[in-house]
């Protein structure tokens, strides 16, 4: 379902449960410059006016950075083809994770949980290799005020 963020949701089965919760990031974007390869991103308005953003990524590794984990997971933020196009770009370590950085400081998120019970290893996203690590990995939590806040 590449492309297709709506159909992933629901294809995946959250959509039966949380479905009124679906935004689409595709849309109302705003531009960015990225210094490390002299090139315009766009990036939802929303990452910016959200009271929370807790990432959740995967530990696996990754041809160009070596693993996966908070910094590269806020890649995420770049909707549609624009995450293939960054990989041709910024095709070296230094580059790519320059890269990687300059989005993360767009809007850090607020806390980072690594699910690295099970990690993904070989080439790709998806790589084929699992190897049981038994972790989970968290960042300082940056928002116990929400907790009390009244809506």
């Not at 929303?46 to 041809?63: A, C, G, R, Y």
Request: proline content about 3%; some cysteine.
């Amino acid at each position: 379902m590449y492309g297709n963020s709506k159909g992933a949701f629901y294809g995946s089965g959250l959509g039966e449960r949380l479905g009124k919760y679906y935004v689409n990031l595709g849309i109302d974007l705003e531009k960015f410059h990225l210094d490390a390869i002299d090139k315009d991103v766009y990036i939802s308005r929303l990452i910016q006016k959200v009271d929370v953003i807790i990432n959740l990524p995967k530990f696996k590794t990754h041809k160009l950075t070596g693993i996966t984990g908070a910094v590269k997971n806020t890649f995420g933020y770049l909707p549609g083809g624009q995450k293939a196009r960054m990989h041709v770009i910024a095709h070296s370590h230094d580059c790519f994770g320059e890269t990687l950085a300059q989005i993360h400081m767009i809007r850090k998120p607020d806390a980072s949980i690594t699910d690295a019970v099970l990690g993904m290893q070989g080439n790709g996203a998806s790589g084929p290799d699992l190897r049981y690590i038994g972790k989970i990995l968290a960042s300082e939590i940056r928002f116990p005020w929400i907790w009390f806040r009244q809506r």
